[in-house]
């Protein structure tokens, strides 16, 4: 099986997550393919039989003026460079990082979630929202291991 995991990061956390998910998929003897946002294209979706999709929460421009709890500006730009396109069934998984010291914590993975919907994946789960990643890494690779297990059991067999 394929997935594609898709990942916008700034301080590192969410590239640590998504590398961690990406060898635990390839352990599990999956192909991955893992992109950081500003560099996938919405074909990578259609090359994929699984999507897993994370990005930081982060301060962004929405119209003129700056909000709290927006996906990191690379996701975003990926977001909006597969428009209206439609990917019907395409199983997805979200993950995403935060502070829950912030208004919107991991407001991201919301928005990714919306993403999803948009394109008509289906949603393999509840989106995985981590509250300071950095501060037990190790308590935070127990959780992703957990939750990509999961993730696996979801994804429909062809």
């Not at 962004?60 to 209206?84: A, C, I, N, P, T």
């Not at 208004?103 to 981590?130: K, S, Y």
């Not at 990643?133 to 429909?156: A, C, G, H, N």
């Amino acid at each position: 099986m394929t997935f594609a995991i898709i990942y916008a990061t700034n301080s590192g956390g969410t590239q640590q997550a998504a590398m961690q998910i990406a060898e635990q998929l390839h352990a599990a003897k999956h192909t991955v393919n893992l992109k950081r946002a500003y560099e996938a294209k919405p074909e990578d979706l259609q090359h994929a039989d699984v999507v897993i999709l994370g990005s930081c929460t982060w301060l962004g421009k929405v119209g003129e003026k700056m909000e709290q709890g927006q996906l990191q500006e690379h996701m975003q730009e990926f977001v909006d460079r597969v428009g209206s396109a439609k990917y019907p069934g395409l199983p997805c998984a979200v993950f995403g990082l935060g502070d829950s010291s912030y208004t919107h914590f991991c407001a991201a993975a919301d928005h990714l979630v919306t993403f999803v919907e948009r394109i008509g994946g289906q949603l393999l789960g509840q989106p995985l929202r981590f509250d300071g990643y950095y501060f037990d890494l190790p308590q935070s690779r127990l959780t992703i291991e957990r939750w990509i297990e999961d993730v696996q059991r979801k994804v429909p067999r062809k």
